[in-house]
């Protein structure tokens, strides 16, 4: 029946707008759920370091698998970070696409007609490649073909270079820079305090480290999981 009625009246730009505006805050509301999360996964991993920096301080023995573990968490977090960052720039696209499209209805409202845009089209572009905001987006670009705001469909891309940020191994510099935020000192993991030793049972290091891997790992699945 949808059809048939498509081929006898225009689809009505003011429902077209209002469902271009509900697909743009749905992925909004995706974006600032998955910017909370990674908040969450930033602050844990904080008290990670701090937790293996610590040990390695209390038990000298331990120190350098506490430096080392403290240098994974920190390049968590500069993953974590980079990420979250790439999740506010999309959500500022998106905005501002949003600014956009009620732009452009509103002017075929006076105008009675209405111009296709390239800006639009480019953020639109974006942001469909982001695997948190593929589906949705993909909804909304073919409103946006149906209301003449863009001219065509926004097709599948290889990914750019922002969404190739933080596959790659991190620099060193900016493993040091997360650690000495972190750990308030500008030294890198291993700088002595005058903390009395505290002997530690082989079978507690063991437990530790497993524990420390156990966690780990979960937070690189919760970080991917956030990309797919």
């Known amino acids: 029946m949808d059809s048939i009625k498509a ?3 225009k689809p009505d730009p ?3 707008m209002q469902k271009c505006n509900r697909l ?3 992925n909004t509301r995706k974006l600032d759920r998955d910017m909370l999360q990674l908040k969450n996964l930033e602050s844990k991993t904080r008290s990670y370091i701090i937790q293996a920096s610590k040990r390695g301080q209390r038990n000298p023995s331990q120190a350098k698998q506490a430096a080392s573990e403290t240098r994974t968490f920190a390049r968590e977090m500069v993953r974590i970070r980079k990420q979250s960052s790439r999740l506010a720039t999309s ?3 998106l905005q501002s696409v949003q600014m956009q499209v009620n732009e452009a209805f509103s002017v075929r409202k006076i105008e009675g007609s209405i111009k296709s845009s390239t800006g639009i089209m480019k953020d639109v572009n974006t942001l469909i490649r982001l695997p948190e905001l593929t589906g949705t987006m993909r909804e909304l670009s073919q409103e946006l073909m149906k209301a003449g ?3 065509e469909m926004v097709g599948d891309s290889l990914p750019d270079e922002a969404l ?4 790659d191994e991190e620099a060193e510099a900016e493993v040091d820079k997360v650690l000495g935020e972190v ?5 890198v993991p291993g700088t002595r305090v005058d903390v009395e030793p505290v002997e530690q049972e082989p079978a507690e290091a063991d437990t530790d480290m497993e524990d420390q891997e156990a966690t780990l790992a979960q937070m690189r699945g919760r970080l991917e999981a956030l990309k797919s």
């Open 7 to 9: 081929v006898f009246w």
């Open 14 to 16: 003011k429902a077209q």
């Open 183 to 187: 750990l308030k000192t500008p030294e």
């Open 24 to 26: 743009i805050r749905e």
């Open 164 to 167: 190739l940020e933080g596959e």
């Open 91 to 93: 959500k500022a696209q």
């Open 149 to 151: 705001i863009i001219e």
